[in-house]
């Protein structure tokens, strides 16, 4: 089976710097994913990592170690508009197929 | 862009009810998902779809089913629908293959609630 644990609330201020943990246990793992997700609003894609190593893209940046089932979020020059929900997914093995397992998600506040 | 729809935003159905939840999406992708995702247990996958005609159960399929008879659409059926079904229903679609191109694509969700 897979289990994935991330953090269930962080607060930040604008402008500071917050990252997020997601550490993972899986079988067959094939990319972790971030996504995005405001109230009431669909999860949108932010990042993917396969291979071990920072991915960076604008102010934010996502980091993965296979070999310690770990990975984070950066999220730099907070705006009031991260204020959302960050989901962790891995691809693992279930069955014949690869598929995605959500962790439950970590609700981000930024504050002024 | 892709786009990912969902035939309701709000539905509202009296427990015993048959229920229908249908998603659709443009891009021409083979994979297609059904999650619920409720406070504190986040999203769960109920059934997946990787071909016309294929599905495959995901971590909570009790008490649905699902169809897809065309490539675009993917359909979620209650067959009585209980109380504990209350939920945001989102649907996602990708492409196959691997890597970034798995990427999912999520529809705006179905808030159901049942009486």
């Known amino acids: 089976g897979q289990n994935i644990d991330q953090p269930t609330e962080m607060t930040a201020t604008e402008g500071a710097i917050v990252q997020i943990n997601c550490t993972y246990q899986?079988?067959?793992?094939?990319?972790l994913f971030w996504y995005q997700q405001h109230a009431g609003e669909a999860p949108t894609f932010l990042s993917y990592?396969?291979?071990?190593g920072l991915e960076e893209k604008g102010r934010f940046s996502s980091f993965l170690s296979r070999s310690k089932g770990y990975s984070y979020l950066l999220l730099k020059e907070l705006q009031m508009k991260d204020s959302a929900s960050y989901l962790c997914?891995?691809?693992?093995?279930?069955?014949?197929?690869?598929?995605?397992?959500f962790g439950r998600g970590t609700s981000l506040i930024v504050h002024p | 862009d892709v786009k990912v729809t969902q035939s309701s935003r709000y539905l509202v159905k009296r427990t015993g009810e048959k229920v229908f939840l249908e998603c659709v999406q443009d891009?021409?992708?083979?994979?297609m998902f059904w999650y619920r995702q409720d406070p504190g247990l986040g999203l769960r996958l109920i059934y997946f779809?990787?071909?016309?005609?294929?599905?495959e159960k995901g971590d909570i399929p009790e008490g649905y089913s699902v169809s897809r008879e065309k490539k675009e659409r993917f359909s979620l059926i209650l067959e009585s629908a209980s109380t504990n079904q209350t939920s945001m229903y989102l649907c996602?679609?990708?492409?196959?293959?691997?890597?970034?191109?798995?990427?999912?694509?999520f529809g705006p969700g179905t808030r159901l609630l049942v009486l």
């Open positions: 996602a679609s990708s492409q196959s293959g691997t890597g970034v191109g798995e990427t999912q694509y």
């Open positions: 899986t079988s067959g793992f094939n990319g």
């Open positions: 990592n396969v291979l071990d």
């Open positions: 997914a891995v691809r693992g093995r279930k069955g014949g197929s690869y598929i995605p397992t």
């Open positions: 891009m021409d992708h083979e994979n």
């Open positions: 779809s990787y071909d016309v005609k294929m599905k």
